[in-house]
């Protein structure tokens, strides 16, 4: 086992004195199912923890199995998606669900290397599922993470490989489930890009609190910049001609009409469903691609 190092063993301590403190009201924590826990997953790598609430449920109940997904067509996939945004995230799952059930006999494979060659699970997820779903001792870096690691063990940035060392440390010789879930909890509710440090539960073991200096958690790994907003983007564009071909398939004058073109996004909006795969012309009408 690799030993932790104080300041990593000091975080480590202090989540887990202050694990139900920090515990959201997320449905799929605690969850040890690794499909489920694998949606969630991909659920949540662009889309904020709210909406992903309100979706993860329903799409399970429509494919509680990767085999129900698998079985399914592309088209019901990405209807089942609706309201994520990010639509070539419920291609790329359908493909997962194909590739678990062609390669591992139905089960979503356990080991970090069978997870991140599943389609559309980059190292972040895969982990993630490794360590919610599996209890493997790996650790997750997200943007929540990332800050947290670079602010109360490091204050310093951190490339990304760093970032991944000290969580992999975090949780080695322990399970790695509920520290992980803390880490992420602490980052997402308390040390957030404005830090609330005064009423952090973990201050006390904090480097940067305590040595002071400027912010280390900017330009950190895994630090991303907050995305542009949704509504007027080509994304709500996106999302609003496959809601409509929900319904079925459309003529191209009709689906203009019924979305709007939103400064003549529509036509990109349109190209770009197409070029990915998820939309396709089929007898003079546009379709959801089965
Ligand atoms: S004390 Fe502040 S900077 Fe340190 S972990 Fe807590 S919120 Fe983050």
């Known amino acids: 086992m690799t030993t932790p190092g104080p300041e990593v063993a000091a975080l480590r301590a202090a989540l887990r004195a202050a694990r139900r403190s920090l515990a959201r009201d997320l449905p799929w924590i605690g969850c040890r199912d690794p499909w489920s826990v694998l949606v969630a997953e991909v659920m949540l790598q662009q889309t904020s923890t709210g909406r ?3 979706r ?3 799409f399970l109940e429509h494919f509680p199995t990767p085999a129900t997904c698998a079985a399914a067509t592309q088209s019901e996939v990405v209807a089942q998606w609706v309201g994520l945004g990010f639509n070539r995230r419920a291609q790329s799952l359908h493909r997962a669900a194909r590739a678990i059930e062609d390669h591992h006999g139905g089960r979503v494979p356990s080991t970090l290397d069978a997870l991140v060659a599943l389609p559309g699970l980059g190292p972040y997820s895969a982990r993630a599922v490794a360590s919610f779903a599996f209890g493997r001792a790996v650790g997750v870096v997200d943007t929540n993470a990332g800050r947290v690691l670079a602010r109360a063990v490091a204050n310093a940035r951190l490339m990304p490989a760093e970032a991944q060392a000290l969580a992999d440390r975090l949780v080695a010789g322990v399970a790695s489930a509920p520290v992980n879930q803390s880490l992420l ?12 440090c005064e009423e952090c539960p973990v201050r006390t073991a904090c480097r940067w609190r305590r040595e002071g200096g400027s912010d280390p958690a900017r330009g950190s790994a895994g630090v991303t910049q907050a995305q542009p907003p949704f509504a007027g983007s080509s994304r709500e564009m996106r999302g609003a001609v496959v809601r409509a071909l929900r319904d079925g398939p459309q003529s ?4 203009r009409a019924r979305v709007g073109t939103l400064d003549g ?3 990109t909006a349109l190209a770009a469903l197409e070029h990915d795969g998820l939309v396709e012309v089929w007898r003079g009408q546009i ?4």
């Open 52 to 54: 992903v609430i309100r």
């Open 56 to 58: 993860w449920g329903p």
């Open 185 to 196: 909890d602490l980052g997402a509710q308390f040390c957030r890009p404005r830090p609330h």
């Open 252 to 255: 191209r004058r009709a689906l």
């Open 265 to 267: 996004r529509f036509e």
């Open 287 to 290: 379709r959801l691609r089965a």
